[in-house]
């Protein structure tokens, strides 16, 4: 699938922007805060439906927008179909808009629209018809390569969790209403917690808690451990041609709790019972839930050795470019959709070897934007065959090479 038409109002530093697209490779450069990372923010949130970088997406609405919305509409072309999505976002408080003069921000606060509490903060169209966020999400995929993808294996847990539910989400609907709905009882149950050991609340409060969240666990951990059991087919093959033939990868995914594969789904929920009860004490003494897919983590061996701790730099970067080359071919695998390539900044991190690697792998593929501070990393063959924009202040101006 590739996008072959982009139009952004009000989102982010992008007053306005309509953009063509055909298939191929798109070179995004400019100085920074200019505006390439908010571009493929705006991509990547027509197919997950949130920003990867925005703690709150409100704060993709241009600050000084007259109606408070950003709007991101874009048309996705797969197969002979064209599907077209809209996105729009609402943020009835915004900051006070920082002045660009760099003299001090306006000291009023920012007009706050008078609209009721619930006005929805993030609407969904598919082909001009108001669809759920769950309806929306997939339709378009993605795969995103961030610099703090290249730190999936000596980053935080946290980040390989993310990795682990963006690719899923974007395969399976239904993953994303457990996860989502899971982070929800979780939460409830934290703060069930917490009643508990300050006596506001009786202990048996918690079956009913307990019972939803094995439930729903258990099917994030399931899809989870598949997703990771196919990453590992193909992320062996990179690591392999990467390393020059020396280094055998393997992704071992590493759930809070003791799991069998062997298990059915009774078998496995009564396991996962059984481990809470045995923590209840501890759980309610930190009110805080100890056990489940929020506590999961991925571990890298090479040639059988620990990544995070015993891995050279050179090492993790490989396995992370393994592991998140293994998800594209996953993702397409998965949906029998080519998803579409964001490479946000990631050449600056990589040595030479894994430069041209990457760059001759993403390559093949439909579509790929890319961002940079220059264009002088790439050669004049790739710049010949690129679609080149020059981004300032959230204008795109082409280059014509
Ligand atoms: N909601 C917003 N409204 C207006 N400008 C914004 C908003 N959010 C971020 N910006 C501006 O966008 C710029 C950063 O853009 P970004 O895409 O991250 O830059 P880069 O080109 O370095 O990737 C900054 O100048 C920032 O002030
Ligand atoms: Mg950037």
Known sequence: MHLSRLSLQDFRNYKQLDLSLERGLYLFYGDNAQGKTNLLEAVAMLATASSFHASSDREVVNWSSPEHIARIEGTVTRHEDAIDIEIFIFDPTPPAIPSTNGAAPPQEPAVTLPLPANTPRKRFKVNSIPRRTMDMIGQMKVVLFAPTDLHLVDGSPDERRRFL?????QVQPRYCQAILKYRKIVTQRSALLKRIRDHQEDPGMLSYLDEQVTMLANQIIYERQLMVNALNQQAVVFQKSISGGSEQLQIVYRPSFKVDEAWNTTEAQQHYLKQLQAVRKKEIMQGVCLLGPHRDDLEFLVNGVNML????????????????????????ASTGDEPVLLLDDVFSELDHARREYLLNQVLQHEQVFLTATDLTEFTPEILRQAHSYHVTHGELQMQTQ
Not at 311 to 321: D, E, K, M, N, V
């Open 165 to 169: 539910d963006r690719a899923l989400c």
């Open 309 to 332: 701790n015993y891995g050279s730099r050179g090492q993790q970067r490989t396995a992370a470019l393994a592991t998140k080359l293994a998800e594209l071919t996953y993702m397409r």
